[in-house]
């Protein structure tokens, strides 16, 4: 295992336009449906969805992978180690289940269909891999917040590289842009972060609002890198390649600490609203720019961390900290 320690490149300050003040969002009729899961107070997050159309799903607290059949309701459990502390899977290119061990310090691979794991233990300096995503290299990216590091396994060899970034990053939300440049939301300061998948050089991108925290992030077809900020209310939009900003105003407000974050087939932009109770599901349409009130769970939500959309489904999918998994028809 390789520990890669890279100095991080800061950019420029970059103009930004002010933040858009907006008009109520427009409503629109989106179905939401939430399943109880059967294991009470098990904060069951970040559910996924494979080919068959199954969801899968980690519980944090309790430490298992979940399987729900939409179709029947029929919920599954897969136990993972003692004290894994589960906070991400993805499904992998082979169909695969991949998880962060969150609370220990290791990324675990599980046969779906006879739930045998492959443990990848973590170097020295990322005891908490955090939220995981492939490249279409086949590299598994992570990020590892307590740690300040992001990360990247090769699981043909279980090789780790780890780059760091300045201070005190607290690496959060990753995506894969569409020209295959990891791109990293530092929820701990005002920046997003990239990294040159070949050289694995970081870049940093200050938002211009020192106050700024990104969480989650999302990449629209044209290159642009959207961002929540949590701790601003806002909606955000930086363009790479002329290096300049954009920002709106939540729906809710400054105080609204817009989360879970997805992107459809359409490519409308998801978020929700975790400031209010229930938490709100609120659209953006970049073509229009204008907001889309999504509706509540009717469990309230908690707090939604995490979302994904699936394009066979046309639903957006989430867990919630009431202990349901809903979804979100939007198309």
């Known amino acids: 295992m390789r520990t890669l320690l890279l ?9 930004c336009a002010d933040a858009q003040p907006q008009d109520e969002a427009v409503g629109t009729d989106i179905a939401m449906t939430e399943w109880s899961v059967p294991w009470a107070a098990s904060r069951p997050r970040d559910p996924i969805v494979d080919a068959a159309g199954t969801v899968w799903f980690v519980g944090q607290v309790s430490h298992y992978i979940g399987r729900l059949d ?6 599954g459990r897969f136990e993972l180690p003692a004290g894994a502390g589960p906070h991400n899977v993805i499904v992998g ?8 061990g969150n609370t220990a310090a290791h990324i675990g691979r599980m046969d779906p269909a006879t739930g045998q794991i492959t443990r990848f233990d973590m170097p020295a300096g990322a005891r ?18 307590g740690d300040n590091q992001v990360g990247r396994l090769d699981p043909a060899t279980g090789d780790v590289d780890l780059i760091t970034p300045a201070g005190r990053s607290r690496p959060y939300g990753i995506i894969i842009a569409p ?4 791109w990293i939301a530092a929820f701990g300061t005002n920046k997003l972060l990239s990294i040159d998948p070949e050289t694995l050089a970081l870049t940093e991108h200050a938002i211009p609002r020192g106050d700024a925290r990104p969480r989650r992030l ?10 929540v900020d949590y701790a601003g209310g806002r909606l955000g ?9 954009r920002e709106w105003d939540a729906p809710g407000g400054t105080g609204s600490r817009p989360y879970a974050m997805a992107l459809d087939d359409s490519e409308r932009i998801w978020f929700f609203e975790t400031g209010s109770s229930p938490n709100r599901l609120v659209g953006f349409d970049p073509e229009s720019g204008a907001f889309i009130a999504g509706g509540a769970p009717e469990s309230g939500g908690g707090t939604v961390r995490h979302m994904v959309y699936d394009e066979a489904s046309g639903a957006l999918w989430f ?5 349901t998994i809903g979804r979100a028809v939007v198309r």
Not at 179 to 182: A, K, S, V
Not at 218 to 227: E, H, K, L
């Open 128 to 145: 908490d891999p955090h939220t995981l995503i492939f490249a279409p290299t086949g590299h598994l990216w992570f990020t590892v917040q």
């Open 7 to 15: 100095a991080a490149t800061l950019l420029p300050m970059i103009a």
């Open 237 to 245: 939009r930086l363009d790479p390649a002329s290096r300049q900003f």
């Open 319 to 323: 867990g919630t900290d009431t202990n």
């Open 179 to 182: 020209d295959g440049t990891p």
């Open 218 to 227: 999302v990449a629209t077809s044209d290159g642009a890198i959207w961002y």
């Open 70 to 75: 939409p179709a029947t309701g029929e919920f």
């Open 93 to 100: 290119p082979d169909g695969s289940l991949w998880y962060a």
